[in-house]
C-alpha cells in the first residue's frame, strides 16, 4: 500500500481518477474510509487523493505533541512528494481546520478550498463529550456503546429515527481494520483544542466555499459566522435538515455542490 515518508512520518494515501488533483482530509477520529459514500462520483471528475492523517488509519502514530499547523504541514508535503504543484482542497471538520492552515501557509499548493463543517476555534460544548467518551473507553466501556453517543453528535434526526441506519454506521465503525487508540485520538483532540485560526482567515486569498449543516451542533451557526466573517469573499452552502457528515447522508448533493464550486472558472 503506497506511504509517502513526509515530516519524517509514513502518510498512508491513495489515488483515484483523473483530473484536477482534489486532497480529501478527514475529520478527527477518522480516515480515509470517511470519504468512500462519495469517492467514486468525484472520482469522475478529479484526480482524488485520500489520506490518513498522522494518529490514524495507516499512517505513522506519533508519540509527541503536534498542532493543526503541523499537520497541514504533512499535508503539503505530501503533495509535494507526489509531485503535485496544486489541488483544491476539502477538509472536514478537524480536516478544514488543516485546510485553513494550508490555505494560509502553503496558498501555492492550494487551487481551490472547501470549509466543510468547520471552525475557526473549537467550542468547549462538543470538546467535553470528547474528552468525556476517551474516559469511558479507558474505563472499560464497551466501544459499541460509546460510538453511540459519537452518532448522536454527527447525524441528523432524520438518520437517527431509523436504528437500522445507526447499525450500519456502527458497524462501519466497529469493523474498521485499522481503528485508532485511545491516545492517537487524544494528540488529535489536543491539537484541535488549540487550533485558533480567527487572527489568520483574512489571509485566505483562494477561491473558498464553506458548508455547513444546518442542524450540526459541532459546528454551529456561530462557527459558520466566524469562517464567513473572517474570509468575506467566500461563497456559503447550508444544506438544511443536515448534521455534521452530510456527505455521508446526501452524498449526491454534496457531490453535485463540490463539483459545481470547483468546476467554475
Not at 463529550?129 to 453511540?148: D, T
Not at 454527527?154 to 429515527?161: D, F, K, R, V
Request: net charge negative; glycine share 6%.
Amino acid at each position: 500500500m503506497p506511504k509517502g515518508l513526509v515530516n519524517n512520518i509514513n502518510l498512508y494515501y491513495e489515488i483515484h481518477g483523473q483530473g484536477e488533483p482534489l486532497l480529501l482530509i478527514p475529520g478527527l477520529g477518522s480516515d480515509h474510509l470517511r470519504w468512500l459514500s462519495v469517492l467514486e462520483q468525484l472520482a469522475k471528475n478529479f484526480q482524488v487523493i485520500l489520506v490518513d492523517s498522522r494518529d490514524s488509519g495507516q499512517s505513522d502514530s506519533t508519540d509527541c505533541h503536534y498542532t493543526i499547523a503541523d499537520m497541514a504541514q504533512d499535508m503539503a508535503a505530501l503533495l509535494q512528494e507526489l509531485n503535485i504543484k496544486q489541488a483544491h482542497i476539502i477538509g472536514h471538520s478537524m480536516g478544514g481546520g488543516i485546510a485553513q492552515f494550508l490555505a494560509t501557509d502553503f496558498p501555492d499548493l492550494v487551487n481551490k478550498l472547501v470549509l466543510y463543517s468547520t471552525t475557526a476555534k473549537l467550542s468547549i460544548r462538543p470538546l467535553l463529550p470528547m474528552k468525556y467518551n476517551v474516559e469511558l473507553l479507558n474505563r472499560g466501556l464497551e466501544p459499541e456503546f460509546v460510538f453511540r453517543n459519537i452518532i448522536f453528535w454527527l447525524y441528523s434526526n432524520e438518520l437517527l429515527a431509523s436504528e437500522e441506519k445507526i447499525q450500519q454506521l456502527l458497524n462501519d465503525m466497529l469493523s474498521n481494520p485499522f481503528p485508532q487508540s485511545l491516545e492517537s485520538f487524544g494528540r488529535q483532540l489536543t491539537a484541535c483544542t488549540e487550533a485558533n485560526t480567527k487572527a489568520l482567515l483574512a489571509n485566505i486569498k483562494v477561491p473558498t466555499l464553506i458548508i455547513a449543516g444546518e442542524d450540526d451542533i459541532i459546528t454551529t451557526k456561530h462557527d459558520l459566522e466566524d469562517l464567513t466573517k473572517g474570509i468575506p469573499h467566500a461563497q456559503v452552502k447550508v444544506f438544511p435538515n443536515m448534521a455534521h457528515c452530510t456527505h455521508i447522508e446526501s452524498p449526491n448533493e454534496f457531490v453535485e455542490t463540490v463539483t459545481t464550486f470547483l468546476s467554475e472558472k
